[in-house]
């Protein structure tokens, strides 16, 4: 599952965090306890364009040759970015990949 926008892959919601309590089962981790392999997601707000930009090269690459490791594709489309150090280093990948 790709999940790109402001604060999309972190695990607290914007209502957990002003309720008494803080629940640590936020997007990522309920996609991830429901089954989802994996989900690609970034840590903190980023540019929209870089958001757009990232994501359509994670899905091109990925199309042209699925024998490629998620990680490693993220890992390539990252200098890509117009923020490579702010916007780059925001995106990452929750779960546990299959080895083939």
């Given at each position: 599952?790709?999940?790109?926008?402001k604060?999309?892959?972190?695990?607290?919601?914007?209502?957990?965090?002003?309720?008494?309590?803080?629940?640590?089962?936020?997007?990522?981790?309920?996609?991830?306890?429901?089954?989802?392999?994996?989900?690609?997601?970034?840590?903190?707000?980023?540019?929209?364009?870089?958001?757009?930009?990232?994501?359509?090269?994670?899905?091109?690459?990925?199309?042209?040759?699925?024998?490629?490791?998620?990680?490693?594709?993220?890992?390539?489309?990252?200098p890509?970015?117009?923020?490579?150090?702010?916007?780059?280093?925001?995106?990452?990948?929750?779960?546990?990949?299959?080895?083939?």
């Open positions: 599952m790709i999940d790109l926008g604060f999309k892959g972190t695990n607290l919601s914007f209502q957990e965090i002003y309720l008494d309590h803080v629940d640590w089962h936020g997007l990522a981790v309920s996609y991830l306890l429901r089954g989802c392999p994996s989900l690609f997601g970034s840590l903190w707000p980023i540019t929209d364009k870089d958001a757009d930009q990232y994501a359509l090269d994670f899905i091109n690459e990925y199309g042209k040759n699925q024998d490629l490791k998620p990680e490693l594709i993220i890992m390539q489309t990252k890509k970015c117009n923020l490579k150090v702010l916007n780059g280093a925001a995106f990452v990948l929750y779960g546990i990949h299959e080895m083939k």
